[in-house]
């Protein structure tokens, strides 16, 4: 499938800064999430989109939205899901590519009301937004490409499961010193609590 290209001009890119720069690097959770959407096509439905929200401290998909529709509405709603138990998100640096749904002034209205601050990768430059590119490419390999839906509500519990049960909760990461997501965040809430 031919992605949607949407055209700007170099007095546009300028607006959209690349505040990450590819610096990854995190001291605790809440500081630095990513977010981007990929394609799911499911025989007979045809294609539908995931839109997921990354905490780039744990791996953990903090956010998601799964939608026959690719709008502004499927970017938002999954940061509204991943701002549900932030008691505080001012300043928080959320990191996404150049697709119009994620420089819709819609989508900017939100991160605004939120204190968001918003960085986007550069123009044709998938390595700026390399670790949700990654668990998207983890997602499809574990999940999607081993099974088989029958129906876009089969598809929407399977990938559920496979965030909440199994990828957040059980898988593994190097990088996290072999702690799942959701270990790594429960490690970085105990942090907070011993300072206080």
């Known amino acids: 499938m031919k992605k949607f290209k949407h055209h700007r001009s170099k007095k546009d890119l300028k607006e959209y800064k690349n505040i990450i720069n590819r610096d990854f690097t995190t ?3 809440n500081e630095k999430w990513c977010g ?32 026959r529709r690719m709008n ?9 899901n991943a701002c549900v138990n ?7 640096i959320f990191h996404s ?14 991160l605004k009301q939120k ?16 670790k949700i590119e990654s668990f998207h490419s983890i997602l499809k390999r574990e ?16 990938i559920f499961e496979y965030l909440e ?10 990088r996290l010193n072999y702690m799942t997501p959701q270990e790594k965040e429960d490690e970085a809430l105990r942090k907070r609590v011993e300072k206080i």
């Open 36 to 67: 981007d959407i990929t394609y799911i096509h499911i025989s007979g439905v045809g294609w539908t989109y995931l839109a997921t929200v990354m905490d780039l401290h744990t791996n953990k998909i903090i956010g998601y939205s799964y939608s």
């Open 115 to 130: 204190g968001i601050i918003h960085s986007y990768s550069n123009k044709g430059t998938p390595y700026d937004n390399a």
């Open 165 to 174: 049960s199994f990828y957040n909760r059980k898988r593994i990461h190097s």
């Open 86 to 92: 932030v008691k505080e998100t001012k300043g928080i």
């Open 27 to 29: 001291k605790t959770i």
């Open 143 to 158: 999940e999607i490409y081993v099974n088989n839906y029958k129906t876009f509500e089969e598809a929407r519990i399977k």
């Open 72 to 80: 502004n509405s499927l970017v938002m709603k999954a940061l509204e």
């Open 97 to 110: 590519d150049l697709d119009v749904q994620y420089t819709s002034k819609e989508f900017n209205a939100l």
